[in-house]
Nanobody, 126 residues
Framework: QVELVASGGGSAQTGGSLRLVCTAI????????MAWFRQFPGKEREGVAI???????KTADFAKDRFTISQDVAKITIYLQMDSLPPADTAMYYC????????????????????WGQGTLVTVSS
């Protein structure tokens, strides 16, 4: 059974940085699209950034200037470097994955992903 293990969340001060890590365990497929989503209390999850094993990257507009997604394909691991954090980035961050190619307009849509991690909490204080 595929498992996505996310880590790296925690507390940061305004203007600080955090690096999230997500590793896919027991992943049997030859390719992947992996993504970060985040969820605020009482809100639906929103896409942050995606990266695929063949190098496709898409980042949400709000994250383009401050968040960088990267990967280690051999380790089936993705990273999200988050810089210049404001309190508004406080949320639960989730890692997601699927094994097939997704059309560009749908890359940041939650329904396109069938594997999900447990979430890692990011708290940014002022």
């Amino acid at each position: 059974q595929v498992e996505l293990v996310a880590s790296g969340g925690g507390s940061a001060q305004t203007g600080g940085s955090l690096r999230l890590v997500c590793t896919a365990i027991r992943y049997p497929h030859s390719r992947y699209t992996m993504a970060w989503f985040r969820q605020f209390p009482g809100k639906e999850r929103e896409g942050v950034a995606i990266i695929s094993s063949d190098g496709c990257i898409k980042t949400a507009d709000f994250a383009k200037d401050r968040f960088t997604i990267s990967q280690d394909v051999a380790k089936i691991t993705i990273y999200l470097q988050m810089d210049s954090l404001p309190p508004a980035d406080t949320a639960m961050y989730y890692c997601a994955a699927n094994s097939y190619s997704i059309s560009w307009p749908f890359l940041l849509v939650t329904s396109q992903y069938h594997y999900w991690g447990q979430g890692t909490l990011v708290t940014v204080s002022s």
